[in-house]
T-cell receptor, first 112, second 112 residues
Framework: GQQVMQIPQYQHVQEGEDFTTYCNSS?????IQWYKQRPGGHPVFLIQ?????EVKKQKRLTFQFGEAKKNSSLHITATQTTDVGTYFC????????????FGQGTTLQVKP | DGGITQSPKYLFRKEGQNVTLSCEQN?????MYWYRQDPGQGLRLIYY???????QKGDIAEGYSVSREKKESFPLTVTSAQKNPTAFYLC???????????FGQGTRLTVV
């Protein structure tokens, strides 16, 4: 239960193209977090969104939280080879469980 | 340096044997987590602990056991009851419920 669906599973882009990954839930989320995992590495926290309709930017990365707090997106403008990796969304389970539940991830490949 | 240490990095186990994966953190975090990562399936929650001497099952707890006798330590035992234990195991910790998670480097377990 409380799963989030992440699409697409894989994305191959040419360097310089844009990239977007989406995270969708059937239930309202209290917050959403985004992580990046480089090949062979471990997930590293990128950002947390809490408010309805929230938009945050980190250089070429733009993060959005939907108005209904049921979906989120991560958009990368003008991808670079350093963007290669798997991007995960994650959320705290409902109630006061303390769970941290991850989506399946989107693996990004960037061709130079 | 503060952080989370998982050991060993690589582990080989014979079928029918129990094996314990170590996770130690010196970040003074209350919450700790164990995830299993398989290709294309993201991070699946095995067990989590919000406080010393307390832990809860995640989504795939069968065949695994944990203990939380000390705040800084959260070892995971993969028992012989786990049918397909070969995977990448990640340990994480958080200071509180709605904060970012910090991950260890992971342990890659292979059953031979």
């Amino acid at each position: 239960g409380q799963q989030v669906m992440q699409i697409p599973q894989y994305q191959h882009v040419q360097e310089g193209e844009d990239f977007t990954t989406y995270c969708n839930s059937s239930t309202t989320l209290s917050n959403i977090q985004w992580y990046k995992q480089r090949p062979g590495g471990h997930p590293v926290f990128l950002i947390q969104l809490v408010k309805s309709g929230e938009v945050k930017k980190q250089k070429r990365l733009t993060f959005q939280f939907g108005e209904a707090k049921k979906n989120s997106s991560l958009h990368i403008t003008a991808t670079q080879t350093t963007d290669v990796g798997t991007y995960f969304c994650a959320h705290r389970g409902s109630g006061n469980t303390g769970k941290l539940i991850f989506g399946q991830g989107t693996t990004l490949q960037v061709k130079p | 340096d503060g952080g989370i240490t998982q050991s060993p990095k690589y582990l080989f186990r014979k079928e029918g044997q129990n094996v314990t994966l170590s996770c130690e953190q010196n970040l003074n975090h209350d919450a700790m987590y164990w995830y299993r990562q398989d290709p294309g399936q993201g991070l699946r929650l095995i067990y989590y602990s919000q406080i010393v001497n307390d832990f809860q099952k995640g989504d795939i707890a069968e065949g695994y056991s944990v203990s939380r006798e000390k705040k800084e330590s959260f070892p995971l035992t993969v028992t012989s009851a786990q049918k397909n234990p070969t995977a990448f195991y990640l340990c994480a910790s958080k200071p509180s419920r709605d904060t970012e998670a910090f991950f260890g480097q992971g342990t890659r377990l292979t059953v031979v």
